[in-house]
């Protein structure tokens, strides 16, 4: 399985501001998912980031509000724009084992006040 | 659109004993896979096991096993011999096989909160 770190841990914002969330994998990976874990809720996919092409993002998320870079095949970061309170949540970054499987990052707690 | 449905949302068991979480699904695919996740308060998503759609057998991984039953689009996960650790959240989850742009799309359930007791 591959070690997946994200940067920050946890943090706390103000309305209005942006934060970047780094995600750094091991290993080179061609795909890398960002998901969002809501409080006390299930976690969603935000977007796929492809090494080299735009990220593609599911229906309910937009580039302007999430836009995620992928210089290279083990490193991605996810910003979260123009934060509201609505924003708080858990951001996790995965990438794909050989079988099916997702591999997490120990997530990003964002609190935004 | 595929559903994961975890009914219970809490449950617990003493020490040393055994627990099954269940989880049904709804699908009109009929290559996909399915996982149970686990989420400790740490918040680190640890993969618990997988079964593959196409496979009868059921997918054991020491003392985590599944009742994979297919016709009726349920999985639910048995934990033998429970220890504390095993407390955490435990998220069902579904992904489309075949590859291309079902990769890494997850489906979750909503989750159990599994607490064992000494």
């Known amino acids: 399985s591959a070690v997946i770190s994200q940067k920050p841990s946890r943090d706390i914002c103000q309305r209005g501001t942006s934060l970047t969330i780094q995600c750094q994998v091991d290993?080179?990976?061609?795909?890398m998912f960002w998901y969002r874990q809501q409080p006390g809720q299930s976690l969603t996919l935000i977007a796929t980031?492809?090494?080299?092409?735009?990220?593609?993002?599911e229906s309910g998320f937009v580039i302007d509000k999430f836009p995620i870079s992928r210089p290279n095949l083990t490193f991605s970061t996810l910003t979260v724009s123009n934060m509201s309170p609505e924003d708080s949540s858990i951001y996790l970054c995965?990438?794909?084992?050989?079988?099916?499987?997702?591999?997490f990052g120990e997530g990003s707690r964002l609190t935004v006040l | 659109a595929q559903t994961v449905t975890q009914s219970q949302p809490e449950m617990s068991v003493q020490e040393a004993e055994t627990v099954t979480l269940s989880c049904t699904y709804d699908?009109?695919?009929?290559?996909?896979?399915l996982f149970w996740y686990k989420q400790p308060p740490s918040r680190q998503m640890i993969l618990v096991i997988r079964?593959?759609?196409?496979?009868?057998q059921n997918a054991t991984e020491n003392r985590f096993s599944v009742n994979f039953q297919k016709a009726a689009k349920s999985f639910s996960l048995k934990i033998s011999d429970s220890q504390l650790g095993d407390t955490a959240m435990y998220f069902c989850?579904?992904?489309?096989?075949?590859?291309?742009?079902?990769?890494?799309?997850?489906?979750f359930g909503q989750g159990t909160i599994l607490t064992v007791h000494p």
């Open positions: 995965s990438v794909g084992g050989g079988a099916g499987e997702l591999f």
């Open positions: 290993s080179q990976v061609t795909m």
């Open positions: 980031a492809n090494q080299g092409s735009e990220a593609t993002y």
């Open positions: 699908t009109s695919e009929s290559n996909y896979y």
């Open positions: 079964q593959e759609a196409y496979k009868q």
């Open positions: 989850a579904f992904m489309r096989g075949a590859g291309g742009t079902s990769y890494g799309k997850l489906t």
